[in-house]
């Protein structure tokens, strides 16, 4: 699979709405997967976060919309692979964004997670937090 670069990432900015974001976890957040999910909560209480630079929420929109998108390298609805090339966006996004990543946004992403998921995977929040 192609690995995605920042630029390329960006141009996804304009399938980002945060309705759009909020619409699709909801809707998707167990078939894609807390780690999945767990990587979009961190880089979207990044993008919220007031003392981001622009250069980083405009990459951090890009991810975030190519997740929105159903359709994208691999289809989402595909079973078990079709959020990989999303995992591989967003993983790639937060390792550019780590250094703004604060022990309150990592707090922020997993208590959203706890309150959607209950019993969270701990090795999952992990191997994400191993990406950085």
Request: glycine share 6%.
């Amino acid at each position: 699979m192609k690995n995605l670069s920042n630029e390329e990432i960006k141009g996804y900015g304009s399938n980002y709405s945060e309705s759009g974001l909020w619409s699709k976890i909801t809707n998707q957040a167990k078939q894609a997967g807390q780690k999945v999910i767990y990587t979009v909560l961190l880089l979207y209480y990044v993008l919220i976060s007031p003392d981001v630079p622009l250069k980083y929420k405009s990459i951090i929109v890009g991810a975030l919309g190519y997740f929105i998108l159903p359709v994208d390298l691999v289809p989402d609805f595909i079973p078990v692979a079709g959020y990989t090339d999303d995992l591989a966006a967003l993983a790639a996004v937060l390792r550019t964004v780590a250094d703004c990543l604060t022990p309150e946004i990592e707090a922020q992403a997993e208590a959203k997670m706890k309150s959607w998921f209950g019993d969270i995977d701990k090795s999952k929040i992990n191997e994400v937090n191993g990406l950085k």
